[in-house]
Nanobody
Framework: QVQLVESGGGLVQPGGSLRLSCAANGINFGFYNMVWYRQAPGKQRELVASFTNVGRTNYADSVKGRFTISRDNAKRTVNLRMNSLKPEDTAVYYC?????????WGQGTQDTVSS
């Protein structure tokens, strides 16, 4: 059974930091592109950061320089370090795995940036 389990969300003040983690079970992790998406209330889901199976990273313009994606193939985890958080970063963050013709989503974790 495939599971993507996110953790690390929560409430933080503007300027603060959060670290999200996604643990993947049931997939051959090293073959998958791993992506963090987010969806704010009333908005479409958007790509935040990606880390491909060949080591390439990509970031949305809105998070460049503030967010860092990393992955550990041995532990089958992908992480998102979020610094200098802004209220507009408030959203549900989803972990996504794509590869070998398959796609999987995590259940999402709520991040709220508010004073």
């Amino acid at each position: 059974q495939v599971q993507l389990v996110e953790s690390g969300g929560g409430l933080v003040q503007p300027g603060g930091s959060l670290r999200l983690s996604c643990a993947a079970n049931g997939i051959n992790f090293g073959f998958y592109n791993m992506v963090w998406y987010r969806q704010a209330p009333g908005k479409q889901r958007e790509l935040v950061a990606s880390f491909t199976n060949v080591g390439r990273t990509n970031y949305a313009d809105s998070v460049k320089g503030r967010f860092t994606i990393s992955r550990d193939n041995a532990k089958r985890t992908v992480n998102l370090r979020m610094n200098s958080l802004k209220p507009e970063d408030t959203a549900v963050y989803y972990c996504f795995a794509g590869g070998l013709g398959r796609e999987y989503w995590g259940q999402g974790t709520q991040d709220t940036v508010s004073s």
